[in-house]
C-alpha cells in the first residue's frame, strides 16, 4: 500500500520501465487466508513474499480445476531494489507447493498459464536462486554486443 500511494520507484518496480509512477490511493488491503469473490468465483488470498514484500497469490476452485494465480511470485526477478527475500521466497514457495494446482497463471513467461500447476510450483522452489541472470535488460533498453 505504502509503495503504491507514495509513487515508489522501486518498490513498483517503476525503474524497469524508465518511468515514474503516479502515486494512487489504494482503496483496501488483502490479507492472508481472506476470500474474495469475483464474478462468483471465491479466491483464496495468500501472502507470499519473497520476489517482494507485498506479493500475494490467488487461489481458487472452478468447475474441474483448481488455480492458482501467482503473478510473479513462481518466476518473477530477484533485486534488492525489490526488497526481494530469498528465505521469505522460498518459505511462500514451499507453502505453495502444499496446495492442490491444475492450472498455474504467472507474471512472466510464455505461455503464462500451465496446466501441470503443482509440478510448475514444486520446480520453480527447487531452482530459487540457483542462477541469478546478470544479462536481464531493463524493459525498453537495447545493448550492442
Known amino acids: 500500500r505504502a509503495q503504491v500511494e507514495s509513487g515508489d520507484?522501486?518498490?513498483?518496480?517503476a525503474y524497469l520501465y524508465g518511468r515514474p509512477f503516479p502515486p494512487a490511493r489504494v482503496d483496501g488491503t488483502l490479507r492472508d487466508g481472506e476470500v474474495c469473490v469475483v464474478?462468483?468465483?471465491a479466491?483464496?488470498?495468500?501472502?507470499t513474499p519473497g520476489h517482494s514484500p507485498g506479493s500475494v497469490c490467488?487461489?481458487?476452485?472452478?468447475?474441474?480445476?483448481?488455480?492458482?494465480i501467482a503473478g510473479d511470485t513462481v518466476w518473477g526477478g530477484y533485486h534488492p531494489r525489490l526488497r526481494s527475500d530469498l528465505e521469505a521466497w522460498h518459505a511462500s514457495l514451499a507453502r505453495l507447493a502444499g496446495l492442490e494446482i491444475d492450472v498455474l497463471t504467472?507474471?512472466?513467461?510464455?505461455?503464462g498459464v500451465?496446466?501441470?500447476?503443482a509440478r510448475r510450483v514444486k520446480e520453480a522452489r527447487g531452482q530459487l536462486g540457483?542462477?541469478?541472470?546478470?544479462?536481464?535488460?531493463?524493459?525498453?533498453?537495447?545493448f550492442r554486443y
Open 114 to 117: 500451465f496446466f501441470d500447476g
Open 130 to 142: 540457483l542462477l541469478f541472470n546478470p544479462w536481464f535488460k531493463t524493459l525498453g533498453t537495447s
Open 39 to 41: 464474478n462468483g468465483i
Open 58 to 68: 490467488l487461489w481458487g476452485e472452478l468447475p474441474g480445476m483448481r488455480l492458482l
Open 106 to 111: 504467472v507474471g512472466h513467461g510464455r505461455p
Open 9 to 13: 520507484g522501486d518498490l513498483t518496480a
Open 43 to 47: 479466491l483464496r488470498i495468500y501472502h
